[in-house]
């Protein structure tokens, strides 16, 4: 009997899909297989297959997706979230059989499938050195930030450039003003007045350090690693007139601690906690607290995932932010009390968060032409699955975000 490869793929993943299959999967050779009207999913190479062989799961998928060897040509956020739908309704992943295992083998034997994995995807990162070691992060920071601001431009909004979760009033607010309303919320919740002084631990692109200083008449001190955000943000300084008022450090937030007596009235540090990495959290925690003078506010903004999801991800970890580490926000103030800071409050911005990813998301797929001539084919794909993976995790509560307002005692 004639067989195609669609039809000997769904044979094979029965057992490990608890069934039918959810999608409707089209072949490298055209044949099908699934439900008609299921999401599709399009296997371009057999090395798709060779990926999810040698790396079962999301970062299998994730190489496949990015390099194009694995499409999916209608809605990705659709698609996904079907796929998470059936998962959760089945009880998937589950323990396959040892006939199942057989049988997988046998048809990957027949496709030809077995052999060395294909080579990573150009664009998965490609860090070496101990674990959060002053170089690696470096290294792991330049590998998402330094891509060009250009870049950036395009996607973040070009007012802000502002680069974690807005603060909205309403679903319909335009992305630039939920931004400069999550840094005007930080900069009352630190207490700025004219005169004092910030340290932005961690200042992106430097939006919180020129909003402070433009709008509040602070004087601040921004850090980054990132040599492609430091040229922007002093750039934007000078643009902006503040340039007396900010300045912006090339340095490791371990070398951001001022001598005793010199420390700063307030501290913040928006979404940079989740990439120092577990161990150096006490480390982070304790130069927050050392500087800010005795009595001064500390601010921090932070994603969170739940005690059974530590970490970032396979395809975070592998291809956006190297490292990175999330873990419940209670643990993270315990972190934070244990360093010596008070916690004065939490403010959850989960929802916040749907709404920023969309206007991102928005502005890529306005900007995809450009986007693309910029940076190529693979970093676009890398792009949409991120944020609209991340869109879903916020969305589904496996990831959340809060400000956490701290005070260091007098």
Known sequence: MTTTVASDLEQALRPFVGGDLPVRLVAWDGTTAGPVDAPVVELRSPDALRRLLWHPGEL????????????????LDAA?????????????????SLRAMAGAVRTALGL???????????????VRGRLHSKDRDRRA??????????????VLDERTMAYSCGYHSSPDQPLADAQEAKLDLVCRKLGLEPGMRLLDVGCGWGSLSLH????????????????????????????RGV???????????????PLPGAEHDAVASLEMGEHVGERNYPTYARVLHDAVRPGGRVLVQ????????????????????????????????????AAGLE?????????????????????????????TALVGEELVRVWRLYLVGGSMAFRDGRMGVDQLLLRRPA
């Open 302 to 337: 932070q994603m969170s995932r739940g005690a059974n999801h530590p970490g970032g991800g396979p395809f975070i970890e592998s291809f956006i932010a190297p490292d990175m580490h999330m873990r419940p926000v209670g643990a993270t103030i315990g972190l934070l009390e």
């Open 141 to 154: 920071i330049s590998h998402h930030y330094d891509t060009t601001a250009d870049f950036y431009s395009l």
């Open 212 to 239: 402070a200083a433009e709008h509040f008449g602070a004087r601040v001190v921004g850090v980054t690693i990132s040599a492609e955000q430091r040229r922007f943000a002093e750039a934007a300084a000078r643009r």
């Open 243 to 257: 340039a007396d008022r900010v300045e912006i450090r090339l340095c490791d937030y371990r070398d951001a601690v």
């Open 112 to 126: 030809d499938l077995l052999g060395r994995p294909p080579a990573p995807p150009a664009t998965q990162a490609r």
């Open 60 to 75: 299998g998928a994730a190489q496949a997706y990015v390099s194009g060897e694995l499409d999916v040509p209608g809605d």
């Open 343 to 371: 916690l004065r409050g939490v403010e959850a911005l989960r929802e916040h968060y749907v709404l920023t990813v969309a206007g991102w998301l928005a502005r890529f797929e306005e900007n995809l032409d450009a986007i």
């Open 80 to 96: 996904l979230t079907h796929a998470f739908s059936v998962a959760a309704e089945r009880d998937l992943p589950g323990r396959p």
